[in-house]
């Protein structure tokens, strides 16, 4: 590729677009892609592996069509990632392996101490957690539930 110094430099790079550039460039978005993982330079890679096959097998495609086609193809297939795929790619539901709190939704938990106005304490393993009764009392020693999480107070009932 010889730059010519009269001519528009911008131009001469488009022009100068094959198929084996455009791979080039897929490929180098594919890497920045693993670096971020945010799966959004994933389908602009996808978009530029395409143009480059294609311009491999229909050489006689300009660069205005390939550039047209990258754009196309960029914002095609950004907006079906977006709205198809990256849900699919990220899991249905949310995992609580790292909110111990939310984790212990559900989980049987026995009362240390007698509860006052509703407030009171309960062993979960070798931790004790402050806890509150919405409905109901319960005496140390009494088997509850925990119903909910607020901040860092275990919502419990008891178990029927």
Do not use: C
Not at 70 to 78: A, I, K, P, Y
Not at 132 to 150: F, I, N, P, W, Y
């Amino acid at each position: 590729m010889i730059m010519n110094s009269d001519g528009n430099v911008i131009v001469q790079l488009l022009e100068s677009m094959d198929g084996a550039k455009w791979l080039i460039l897929g490929v180098v978005l594919l890497v920045f892609e693993v670096l971020t993982g945010t799966t959004y330079i994933l389908w602009v890679a996808a978009a530029a592996l395409i143009v480059g096959v294609l311009a491999f097998f229909i050489p006689v495609i300009g660069w205005p069509v390939q550039f047209l086609l990258f754009f196309v193809l960029s914002v095609g297939l950004l907006i079906a990632g977006h709205k198809y795929f990256r849900p699919n790619m990220m899991g249905q539901e949310d995992s609580d392996l790292n909110d111990r709190a939310k984790s212990m939704v559900g989980m049987r938990v026995k009362a240390i101490a007698d509860f006052e106005t509703g407030q009171g304490r309960v062993q979960v393993g070798d931790t004790q957690w402050r806890a509150a009764m919405d409905t109901g009392t319960a005496k140390a020693g009494d088997e509850l539930r925990v119903s909910s999480v607020k901040g860092t107070t275990l919502m419990v009932e008891a178990l029927t």
